[in-house]
């Protein structure tokens, strides 16, 4: 290989290289510009001794649909949390306990904007 070569490779390279650079940075920008902003609904599931509970499902939806969105489960802490779209709006969570016969237990909910609510369910004996 003579220098001429090399010096063409390492050019070839270079360019390479500020092609990924440029696409990597691109892809970086439209993730930003993708995300929207959102609101987080964040509690705890307690028993009836104010202990966590761990493993309930939790749903969530809006107060003026009939149907639950989100469904998930509390952690080991008894915690939860879920994203919601930003902006005014009423929710209705409520804790469904499996093979307990403890009622649920529900909170209503208001989000104004990209803020954090924090609630507590509190399950009946």
């Given at each position: 290989?003579?220098?001429?070569?090399?010096?063409?490779?390492?050019?070839?390279l270079?360019?390479?290289?500020?092609?990924?650079?440029?696409?990597?940075?691109?892809?970086?920008?439209?993730?930003?510009?993708?995300?929207?902003?959102?609101?987080?609904?964040f509690g705890?599931?307690w028993?009836?001794?104010?202990?966590?509970?761990?493993?309930?499902?939790?749903?969530?939806r809006?107060?003026?649909?009939?149907?639950?969105?989100?469904?998930?489960?509390?952690?080991?802490?008894?915690?939860?949390?879920?994203?919601?779209?930003?902006?005014?709006a009423?929710?209705?969570?409520?804790?469904?306990?499996?093979?307990?016969?403890?009622?649920?237990?529900?909170?209503?909910?208001?989000?104004?904007?990209?803020e954090?609510?924090?609630?507590?369910?509190?399950?009946?004996?």
């Open positions: 290989m003579t220098t001429r070569e090399h010096r063409g490779q390492g050019g070839l270079a360019l390479l290289g500020l092609v990924l650079l440029a696409a990597t940075l691109a892809a970086m920008a439209s993730d930003k510009r993708a995300e929207k902003p959102y609101a987080l609904i705890t599931v028993d009836s001794d104010y202990r966590p509970v761990y493993g309930v499902r939790v749903k969530i809006r107060a003026d649909q009939k149907k639950a969105r989100w469904e998930l489960y509390s952690d080991h802490q008894g915690e939860f949390a879920q994203r919601v779209p930003a902006g005014a009423d929710y209705v969570v409520w804790a469904e306990p499996e093979g307990k016969h403890a009622p649920a237990a529900e909170a209503k909910v208001h989000v104004e904007n990209d954090r609510v924090d609630i507590g369910l509190h399950l009946t004996k």
